[in-house]
């Protein structure tokens, strides 16, 4: 399908609101994932491990179901060696295009629009429909004590 100008305006609309909301995502998850770290450290905290989990839904106009879910694993996020740390960097761009003769070429992708059109094999007219997103940041504590 030919991408019209009229939806490269909207898909280039909504990777930059997606960006923005990855940031602000992030960055609560960070302290989140600080805390629960230092919790961690804590000998007299019956902490003894913990997954934290950011749920993405993605719906269109209208429907009550979402066109796409994507969960991300987020434990160690603010640690600088954490694993998927990588796909929310600003610099790192998920563009599957930039070397492909395509319209999008050019553009910078971030992780969640990149997710949408490679992962979850959104078409590109269904990503434009996209209206609404909810965003679950889930922490599941895990306790133990040696007694």
């Given at each position: 399908?030919?991408?019209?100008?009229?939806?490269?305006?909207?898909?280039?609309?909504?990777?930059?609101?997606?960006?923005?909301?990855?940031?602000?995502?992030?960055?609560?998850?960070?302290?989140?994932?600080?805390?629960?770290?230092?919790?961690?450290?804590?000998?007299?905290?019956?902490?003894?491990?913990?997954?934290?989990?950011?749920?993405?839904?993605?719906?269109?106009?209208?429907?009550?179901?979402?066109?796409?879910?994507?969960?991300?694993?987020?434990?160690?996020?603010?640690?600088?060696?954490?694993?998927?740390?990588?796909?929310?960097?600003?610099?790192?761009?998920?563009?599957?295009?930039?070397?492909k003769d395509h319209p999008m070429q050019n553009d910078?992708?971030?992780?969640?629009?990149?997710?949408?059109?490679?992962?979850?094999?959104?078409?590109?007219?269904?990503?434009?429909?996209?209206?609404?997103?909810?965003?679950?940041?889930?922490?599941?504590?895990?306790?133990?004590?040696?007694?």
């Open positions: 399908m030919k991408l019209t100008q009229e939806r490269l305006k909207k898909l280039k609309k909504l990777n930059k609101k997606l960006f923005y909301i990855e940031e602000k995502i992030i960055t609560e998850a960070k302290k989140i994932d600080q805390n629960l770290q230092n919790r961690l450290e804590n000998k007299n905290d019956l902490l003894n491990d913990y997954e934290l989990e950011a749920i993405f839904e993605f719906y269109m106009k209208g429907c009550d179901t979402p066109i796409a879910t994507i969960n991300e694993n987020l434990k160690a996020i603010s640690q600088t060696q954490a694993k998927y740390n990588d796909r929310f960097l600003k610099r790192v761009n998920h563009n599957e295009f930039l070397f910078y992708h971030c992780w969640l629009f990149h997710s949408l059109y490679d992962h979850e094999h959104l078409s590109w007219k269904n990503i434009t429909k996209i209206k609404d997103i909810d965003i679950d940041l889930k922490v599941y504590h895990q306790y133990s004590k040696i007694i």
